[in-house]
């Protein structure tokens, strides 16, 4: 499977990108004529120009902006991703709203509402008790008089300086969102949609899966050649979801634990064994690619450096796999103990050296915080 290729060179720096770009608050909706007009020629160039390396924004460009806001989502876009990333999670009246978790207490000022402090609640989340509040417990009206915050504070202080002043996306304003930007920046901008904790959603009697159907039809995007990935760490829904998207699905793994649906059933496969090359083959019957963590590809060693690659990649690629390992940050903190710069772990490291140690072993893209970076790191391999 080939991936389209960004359209147009992008040589600003992440502060110069930062800086230029005016984010509003909220973005209006295209009509139905802009949508139609839009998506025509941005399915044609898709088609047309196409490579192998596919760069996605990371819940935005979250190196630089609170995750999962506009203004992230945005500035990943300008800095030339190919996709935006958008978790999503739903509302008490069933809305899909991007939050990285339905726990919302990390990354919003939600704890300074008063009115909101009797939601404060302990759940069980994919078997684990996590307290805070949830989005399923309050309307999209509710949500939206919060204020996102960044969510890594120590690491990341400067994005701190925005706290405060984006709201809760909808899925629909981050497809709004990059339908207008496709058209001013003249190349396709795609979405790549995770479902969160499907298997809890469901529980609830909010599963997303319909209201993500849905929404794609509503917006013409439930087609093959739709610049749109559908990725979930469960795999009961890709396999349910295969069976009604036209568009390429992604089974994520993690280095440790199990699918929870698996969990939930009682089958006691692990992520291991979904990346053993038997497990991929059987990923290619429902998905076309596989996002695993990167340390299932290159694991670290004693010293937290970069050790042997496995043999992922190519069983992957045996597969007819792509393969979208996650997630490339330039802070110490995130990096192989090889490409650090310091001992100071929210120092900036070496970013350039471990997405292209990672290219060699023959990755078709990734998932990062720091666009800007994997597209000069892009633009240097070619």
């Known amino acids: 499977m080939k991936l389209p290729s960004r359209l147009l060179p992008v040589a600003a720096s992440a502060l110069a990108v930062a ?15 802009q949508s139609t007009s839009a998506a025509g020629p941005v399915a044609v160039q898709a088609a047309k120009h196409r490579d192998d390396f596919v760069i996605v924004g990371h819940r935005g460009a979250s190196g630089y902006r609170p995750e999962h806001t506009l203004a992230s989502y945005e500035l990943a876009a300008r800095m030339g ?19 990285h978790e339905p726990e919302i207490g990390g990354t919003t000022d939600v704890a300074s509402h008063p009115e909101f402090a009797g939601r404060k609640t302990t759940k069980m989340l994919d078997g684990v008790a996590t307290t805070g509040w949830f989005t399923e417990d309050f309307t999209l009206a509710e949500l939206k008089t919060l ?21 809760i996306p909808t899925f629909q304003e981050v497809i ?34 319909p209201e993500l159907i849905k929404t794609l039809n509503r917006n013409g995007l439930n087609r093959p050649d739709s ?14 979801l295969d069976k009604q998207l ?22 006691k496969r692990t992520y291991a064994d979904i990346v053993s090359a038997k497990g991929l083959r059987e990923v290619a019957t429902y998905a076309d690619g596989v996002g695993p963590s990167k340390d299932q590809i290159i694991p670290l060693d004693a010293a937290g450096k970069l050790g042997k690659p ?36 929210n120092d900036s490291g070496n970013l350039f050296g471990e997405i292209a140690a990672y290219r060699k072993v023959g ?3 990734l998932f990062t915080d720091n666009t800007d970076i994997a597209v000069a790191e892009e633009k240097e391999a070619r």
């Open 246 to 267: 036209r568009v390429p699905l992604v089974q994520l793994t993690s280095s440790v634990g199990a699918p929870y649906d698996f969990v939930a059933s009682g089958d």
């Open 147 to 167: 204020r996102a915050k960044e969510r890594i504070p120590a690491t990341r202080q400067h994005n701190t300086v925005f706290d405060g002043h984006y709201q």
């Open 19 to 33: 800086a230029a770009v005016a984010v509003p608050q909220a973005v209006p909706s295209l009509s139905s004529a």
């Open 363 to 365: 990755i078709d893209g």
């Open 310 to 345: 496995t043999s992922l990649v190519a069983d992957a690629h045996k597969a007819g796999l792509v393969v979208h390992p996650y997630t490339f940050r330039v802070e110490n903190t995130f990096l192989p103990a090889d490409f650090d710069s310091s001992t100071n772990p």
């Open 176 to 209: 709004d969102l990059s339908k207008r930007l496709s058209k001013e920046l003249g190349r396709p901008i795609g979405i790549y949609p995770e479902t969160k904790h499907p298997t809890y959603f469901r529980a609830q009697g909010l599963p997303l899966e």
């Open 81 to 99: 991703a190919d996709y935006i990333e958008p978790d999503l999670v739903t509302t008490k009246d069933h809305v899909l709203v991007t939050r």
């Open 227 to 240: 610049k749109v990935f559908v990725q979930s760490f469960e795999v009961g829904n890709l396999k349910a």
